[in-house]
């Protein structure tokens, strides 16, 4: 896998144009680093990857509130088991051409959070596409200070 460091600029750009999730959570994080790089999906899917909607406490919804306290992430790849849940994101009808995401990622606890791309993400995982996709990735050891959706999904201690 080829990776390429990009600049703080160029992420940001990338993210002021797509992202619609909590944008600039990353000013929070310490030390951030910002890459770009290619992945199949099927190699993407086997890491811990979440979509900012979690399970609501009934387990059988996914709400996208990320100040929901009981709400319980769940992977691309436990999704893969129940894509029915997934079949309002799916048609919502913000599928592109785009074949981009833009991932949050703590190194320490290695996961990865999407905060653009998951409607994207989810139509590729119901219909068990395999393809190349290209990440925009802003990673960090240390989320703590974050206050949006990354806490919800870092499991580092605080
Ligand atoms: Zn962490």
């Known amino acids: 896998m080829i990776v390429d460091k990009i600049t703080p600029n160029e992420f940001m750009q990338y993210e002021a144009e797509h992202s619609t999730s909590g944008k600039n ?36 919804v996914l709400t996208g509130k990320y100040e929901d306290k009981e709400a319980i992430p769940i992977t691309f ?7 029915e849940l997934l079949s309002g994101l799916v048609n919502e009808g913000y599928v ?6 833009l991932a949050y990622h703590c190194e320490s606890c290695k996961v990865w959070v999407i905060k653009d791309g998951i409607h994207r993400l ?11 996709i290209t990440v925009y990735e802003v990673a960090s050891n240390d989320w703590s200070h974050a206050t949006l959706d990354m806490p919800n999904y870092c499991k580092c201690e605080k």
């Not at 989810?122 to 190349?132: A, D, F, P, R, Y």
């Open 96 to 101: 592109s051409k785009n074949d981009s995401v």
């Open 122 to 132: 989810s139509k590729w995982l119901v219909e068990k596409l395999n393809m190349k």
């Open 77 to 83: 790849s436990s999704l893969a088991e129940r894509p």
């Open 25 to 60: 959570e990353w000013l929070l994080c310490i030390d951030p680093k910002f890459s770009k790089y290619q992945i199949m999906l099927n190699e993407f899917f086997e890491r811990d990857v979440y979509p900012t909607y979690r399970l609501d406490k009934s387990g059988n």
